[in-house]
Every structure is written in C-alpha cells, then in structure tokens.
C-alpha cells in the first residue's frame, strides 16, 4: 500500500510481511528521491517473558523459554541451560553435551529447510509460497519437506516432541535415547544428507543481485567443531570474548518503532552488527566437515560471505554441516551414563549462548540462594539483526527506486526474509510503508 | 493472486468447490501454527483438500474472505488485537482455537497475575512506546468459538483429525479424558506410584500421547485440565512427595495459568499477602 505524504513525499508500507515467523511491518520514506526512513515495525505483541520468569525456579527457563518461539525451543532450552548451569557452577559430561548437540541439529534441519524451501526459494523462483511452487516443482518443494521432517523426527526421538520438546532438563536431560532409538533414524538422516547436497546445488542455482554489506559479524567459536550449541564469542572486527561478557559489549536499545530491542556491540561505534549463517561461516568456514567444505566450494562460497540474498547458499551448506553431525554423534552413542547431573541451586549470576539456526541466542539469569529467578535477560538473534535489516533496506531501496511498487515490495520483503527474521522471538515484525516523492 | 477455482478433489466430493482455510495469529510462538507445516506427509494433500486462503506464514496470496475454516493462534493482549478478533470472527464461517494461548490465554497470562506496567517496565526501556492490556486472554472470551484444540503445542495428529472431520462435517474425536489414560495405553509405568515424581497427568487433558512420562518426567499440563480435573486432591499428592506451597502454586501456573481449574488451584497455594486479584475473576 502505498500512499503521498502531505509534504510530497512517498510512504511505501507493506501491512503483513508474509513468510516470517511473527508479526511485522515494513515502512520506507522517500524524500527528492532519497530515502528519508526505513523502519521495520515489530507489531508482534509483547509478552513479557523477562518480567515473568522474576520469581520462578531456576528449574523453569527451559520449559518456559522453549515458548517463546515454536521454530527454535531448542536454541532457548540450550541457552537458558548453560545460563543456570554456569550461575550454578556446574558443568555437564561430554555425553550430555553431544545430546545437546544432536537434539539442536534437529532443530537446525527442521529450521533451516523451513527457510530454504518454504519461505525463502518462492522469492527466487518467483511464486508466492511452497504450495504455489509444488504445482511446477513438485521434487523441489518434495525433498524441502522430506528434510524438514527428518529434523523434526530427530527432534522427537531426542527430545520427545518438534515444537517444545519435553526432554531438556536443567543439568542434561531426564532420559538418553537408547543407541536402538537413535540408530533407528539413520536412514533417514543419510537421505536427508543427500538431500541437503542436492540443496547445495539447486540454492547456488538461484540468481542473486550484486550486494555486499561491510557489517561485523559476530558468532560462537568452539574449541573444536562448527558453532552449535556452544562457543564462546568472536567477531570479524578480531574481537574475542568469553560469553559471560555479553552483557557489557552488547546494548540493547528500545526504538519508538518496534516492540523488539535493537542490539548494538561495543556502542555501535562501528555501525551495526550481524549473526547468522552469514556470520558463523565467515568466522568458521574452517570448521566446516570436509563434504559441506567441498559443497560450499563447488556452490562458489569464498573464505566469506557478505551477501545477504546467498544466505540460503549457506543455510543449505549448513543443512550438509548439521546432518554430516548428527549422523556423527550417533555413530559415537553409547547411551552410557547418567541423562543429567545434578544442579544444587546457589545464589549467583550466570550466562548462556548458543547458535540459534538465526543466530547467537544469548540468556543472562540472575539467582537467589534457594534458586529463585531475580533477574532475566534473553537477547534473541533477530534483535541483534534488525538494524542490519534497516541498513539493508536503506542501501537497496535507493538504488530500486524505477522499480514499481510491486516490484520494489516484493524486492524489500525477499531482502528482509534474506534474515529469516523470527519476529516471535524478537518481540519477545513485518507490515511495509515505503514514502516517496 | 491466482486462487486456482474449481480445483475440486476425491476428499471433497460433496462440496461445490474446496473450502477455504485461513490461520490467524494474535499473541503466540507460532508452535501452533507451524504444526500445520510440520505435516509434511499431508501438507500437499491438504493444500488440494482445502483452498489456502489466508496463511502469512506459508504465502504472500491472499484470496478475500469469508472463509470456510478459519484456525486462530494465539490470544488476545492488545487494544488492536481486541478489534481484529472481532473481525476475523465476521469473516470466518468456522473459528477454530488452536494452542494454549488462544484456549486458555497462553504463559503470558501470569500478566494477570501481576501489574503489567511493572511487566513492561523491567522489558522496555521506553514502556509508553509500548500497547499492550493488563491481561491475557482466550479467543473465547470474545468471540464465540466453534471448537477448541488444545495443547502447547497442538498435537499433529489431532490437528488432522480436526481438519478431516471438518472437511466431512462430523465431530471431531479428540478424547477430553486424562493424560493417565493415554499413558496406561501406552504401557508406562505410573512415574509418580513408582518413582514419586510429581505428575499433573490424573487432571490434564489427554493429546500428547502421553510423552512426558514415557520420557520419564512427570506431565507438566501444557494442554491444560481434562474435563473432570479434581485439582485439589493431586495438590495433596504433590504436597506428599514434597512440593512446597509455592512449588504447587507455580506448576498449576504455566501454560494454561488462566484455564479455570488450574487458576483455581493456584490460587489456593498463592501466599497470603499475595492473593489481591483473587476478587477479580
């Protein structure tokens, strides 16, 4: 919709952003030609997570915080995890570990084919949706929902259910999968391997415009292994530091146009920053497995990426990554040992990161001596991206301006799903205005 | 935007033309309405059953209303969501609830619990940036609804069965007994009679297949009271096997915090000086 602004100038707004997860807008004000403004306006109601968790058990955040988000609980369950465990002093097996590991790449295969094929190929094929796309990609849009449903069956042998799972426990889980149990989906998950290669090939296919943005990136860097479920935190400025730092290099910043906080590292003073597939392969492409390596190599991925439209090149690759793993940590399962360690509560504060499939998911929790939550914190990856988003739009809508509305609507919309915004997660977004003259 | 008429199918032979199918969502994770995604199998077959109508979340088109079924996520927190409830009711022929939240007005109800202007304080820097209600509430407090899927989240299968028995015009069979049903089907072994772990499985309402306790954890009620919950006597078990006040209160305050019967219950664990919104309901 579109409409002219009193003073000559041009709103373009789009009212309902389709394909994202939660509810957003887009507005984008153009002056003498110029754009005077590009907001994206989180409209997703408020919920109040950080007020309620004040006063809950230190036992709760991964059953409570799974719901802010019903594509990535896991990335909450995991984060609000290592927060606790670190307030309270308590490390976990390696054992328990790789189940985290393994249950988070469910979740990064269910997430990121969700992405790849139902969200974001309809934009460069030119259709309005996956069903839409069935009709003359029957195989494309077949093999987009055969991998998502072996992440999410992945999700459900470990954890018990996709959305939410029921397993995750401060301390580990409250059973490990029998080696049975989990050798039963490898079947599944070597095709979905296969699958993912053919994503690869069909996703480096696509025709991308010439964009390259200078942002930072930040990432986890674990010792060993792509960044999943841990790390600690690295960005392509050459800063490094412990996640328990997080809370003193990132700012969050509340904006009169969005009910989601927008997030700038170190002050902002070298403008905005970004997490995400992007940013985890240009910080660790070197920790790829050798076959999503090749893959990433063969689709013409260098030693970065800075393109926003090729993040589905390397959400794809990062499908190879996440199956190649699973497939690994249950080949080495043994099942052996306990499911959780125990967490006595203590009074404290703790941090917890994790690589959510948008990006590092960060939870800060503050605890009293009987382990009564005082304090939340939970800065969620679309947050941390939205001013990036912004800045994309700005550069782009300037250079689309003999686009017509349409077109340039639809341009903005692929440009911000290029993020794989969770606008649930980040209200804790989208309707498009675009003003011009 | 193409809608594609008179794509009719085997599943609809009766019908004139396929029905159409929105989904809707006001306060919510998307857990529900991703369900319908995560039907792999069927999803396809459910796009030639139904015309999908209205869906942000899977297509950009947008075919006018009315329509046949609408399925509704999420409930009701601001004063805009107030007016399009309303609307989408108008609309809709069929208004099918999906989820906690739009069932029984989701986790964000401990809002009501609290005073939200503190709630939005301790979140927003800026909190008169920010519209929201002092309460959470279930679609059905605004608008008559046809039929409610519980769960948090909805289970697949029942979805299916719901969208089946609409597409045929019968009743849905989504069972309204305990959880304990489902997990003595199943062949568990009771976690509470055996390990003493607290369980709400004897007052929630079956759905989830009873997952919780076959992966040996106690039911944790997210698809809120079965229709004959006796609350109050599993208060007094949890309180043997050594729940505090506190502890009973919170567990029957979760995802379904504002359902009758666990609001009921939770109130009676609430500490005295803290039971001032007691009068309200």
């Known amino acids: ?12 707004h789009v009212g309902t952003l389709a394909r994202v997860e939660g509810e957003g807008a887009m507005h984008i004000e153009y002056r003498d030609g110029e754009v005077a403004d590009v907001q994206l306006r989180i409209y997703e109601p408020p919920r109040f997570y950080e007020a309620f968790l004040r006063g ?13 988000c019903g594509i990535c609980p896991v990335a909450y369950q995991m984060s609000s995890c290592w927060a606790i465990e670190d307030a309270c002093g308590v490390a976990v097996t390696p054992e328990i570990q790789a189940l985290r590991r393994l249950l988070y790449c469910g979740e990064w295969i269910e997430s990121h084919a969700l992405h790849v094929y139902l969200l974001h190929a309809p934009d460069f094929l030119g259709y309005d949706g996956a069903v839409e796309m ?11 929902l055969r991998l998502k449903k072996a992440g999410n069956r992945l999700m459900e042998v470990v954890g018990g259910r996709s959305v939410h799972p029921v397993n995750v426990r401060i301390g580990g889980f409250y059973r490990f999968p029998s080696r049975e149990e989990l050798r039963g989906i490898r079947p599944d998950l070597e095709r979905a391997l296969e699958d993912s290669l053919e994503t690869v090939r069909l996703v480096a296919g696509f025709e991308f415009p010439d964009f390259e943005q200078p942002y930072e990136y930040l990432a986890l860097r674990p010792e060993t292994g792509y960044p999943i479920e841990s790390g600690s935190v690295v960005t392509t400025s050459g800063a490094s530091f412990d996640v328990r730092d997080f809370a003193t290099r990132i700012e969050e910043v509340h904006v009169a146009h969005s009910n989601a906080l927008h997030s700038r590292l170190d002050g902002g003073v070298r403008g905005p920053y970004s997490v995400g ?19 990433a190599t063969a689709a013409g991925l260098g030693a970065t990426c800075r393109n926003p439209f090729r993040s589905i090149i390397v959400r794809a690759v990062e499908l190879v990554e996440a199956c190649h793993e699973a497939l690994r940590i249950i080949d080495g399962w043994t099942g052996d040992g306990d499911a959780s360690v125990p967490v006595p509560a203590r009074a404290g504060e703790g941090y917890g990161a994790s690589e959510a499939p948008r990006g590092v998911l960060f939870h800060r929790y503050v605890l009293d001596g009987s382990g009564i939550i005082q304090d939340a914190q939970i800065v969620p990856p679309t947050s941390q991206n939205q001013p990036s988003v912004e800045a994309d ?6 250079a689309w301006a003999d686009l017509d509305e349409h077109a340039l609507q639809h341009r903005c919309e692929h440009a911000i799903r290029n993020y794989d915004p969770c606008i649930s997660c980040a209200t804790h977004f989208l309707d498009l205005t675009v003003e011009r003259t | 935007m193409t809608s594609n008429p008179q794509g009719n199918n085997l599943q609809t032979s009766s019908r004139p033309r396929r029905p159409k199918l929105a989904v809707w969502k006001f306060a919510s994770c998307d857990g529900c309405q991703l369900t319908v995604l995560n039907c792999e199998d069927e999803l396809i077959p459910l796009a030639g059953a139904v015309e999908i109508a209205y869906f942000p979340e899977a297509t950009r088109a947008v075919v006018e209303g009315p329509y046949d079924v609408s399925l509704v996520e999420g409930s009701i927190t601001t004063p805009d969501d107030l007016e399009r409830i309303q609307q989408v009711r108008r609309v809709s022929r069929r208004l099918i609830t999906i989820g906690a939240c739009a069932t029984s007005g989701g986790i964000q109800a401990l809002r009501n619990f609290a005073d939200v202007a503190e709630f939005r304080s301790v979140v927003y820097a800026h909190p008169e940036y920010v519209a929201t209600l002092d309460r959470s509430t279930p679609i059905a407090a605004h608008v008559p609804v046809d039929f409610e899927l519980r769960g948090c989240p909805i289970d697949k299968h029942q979805l299916l069965e719901l969208l089946a028995a609409e597409l045929q015009g019968r009743t849905p069979r989504i069972a ?3 959880v304990c049903v489902e997990c003595k089907r199943r062949g568990n072994v009771c976690v509470t009679v055996a390990h003493g772990t607290p369980c709400l499985g004897p007052v929630t309402q079956a759905g989830c297949g009873a997952l919780c306790p076959t992966f040996s954890r106690g039911c944790y009620g ?31 305050r979760t995802f379904n915090a504002a359902s009758e019967a666990f609001l009921r219950e939770s109130e009676r664990h609430e500490p005295t000086t803290g039971s001032l919104e007691q009068g309200e309901r």
Do not use: W
Not at chain 1, 134 to 144: K, L, M, Q, S, T
Not at chain 2, 225 to 248: F, I, Y
């Open chain 1, 134 to 144: 069935a009709a003359d990609h029957p195989a494309v849009v077949e093999r987009g």
């Open chain 2, 222 to 252: 997210c698809f809120g009271p079965q229709d004959t919950p006796n609350t109050r006597s599993l208060a007094d078990r949890l309180a043997v096997h050594g729940m505090s006040e506190p502890e009973v209160m919170r567990v029957f």
């Open chain 1, 1 to 12: 919709m579109t409409h002219k602004h009193k003073d000559g100038g041009h709103v373009l």
């Open chain 1, 277 to 295: 597939p992007l940013a985890r392969y240009t910080l660790n492409a070197d920790r790829l497995c050798p076959i999503a390596r090749e893959a």
């Open chain 2, 176 to 178: 309204t007994h305990s």
């Open chain 1, 56 to 68: 809950r058990s230190y036992t709760e955040p991964p059953d409570i915080t799974a719901r802010i």
């Open chain 1, 393 to 398: 739009l700005r550069s782009m809508v300037g």
